[in-house]
Each structure stands twice: as C-alpha cells, then as structure tokens.
C-alpha cells in the first residue's frame, strides 16, 4: 500500500529554490472557522521565537514559518512563484 504525504513548506520551498523559482507570495485559498481557537497558541510561539538568535531565526525560516498564511493554514496553500531569470528573458522577446 503507498501512502501519499503533503510536503512540508520547508521542503518545497528548497525544491523550488533548487529548481530555480523564486517564491514571490503565499495564499490559501479559505479559513477555517476553528483556527481561530489556535490563535493563543501561535502568539505564544512568535512570543518565544522573538527571543531566538537571528542566525536560529534565519536557519529554521521563521520569518515564513511563523507567517499569518502558514501557521493559520487554509484548505490549500497556493504558492505563487517565479523562474528566476525568465523575466529578463520576456522582455528581449
């Protein structure tokens, strides 16, 4: 039996870079009424995360991690991203 796992943001976010996107903005696409029970929990860790080191801050991505899209969730993160170097790429054409 296969069992199928969503990936973590942390994960797509280094595929892409290594596929060469740039991440331009996150989305999702409906909140969920319940979330906002979980709100106490996500002041208190971007309470704790304050106190970090910058170096632990920038190593766990927490300016995304702890970012209002990602720690509310939604029924679908839309990613919205760029291929680095196309843009340059449009405007010869």
């Known amino acids: ?18 596929c060469g996107f740039k991440i331009i903005h996150i989305e999702k696409d409906k909140e969920k009424k319940r979330m906002i029970w979980l709100l ?11 106190f970090w080191p910058k170096e632990k801050r920038e190593e766990y ?8 899209q990602l720690i509310m969730g939604g029924n679908t ?3 919205v991203g760029e291929k680095e170097g196309l ?3 449009m405007e010869k054409r």
């Not at 039996?1 to 290594?18: D, G, P, R, V």
Request: net charge negative; glycine share 0%; charged share 10%.
């Open 87 to 89: 843009s340059s790429w």
């Open 40 to 50: 106490p929990v996500v002041w208190a860790i971007r309470f704790y995360c304050l």
């Open 77 to 79: 993160l839309i990613v």
């Open 61 to 68: 991505h927490l300016e995304d991690t702890l970012s209002p």
């Open 1 to 18: 039996m296969l069992h199928l796992n969503s990936l973590t943001y942390s994960a797509l976010k280094l595929f892409m870079e290594h």
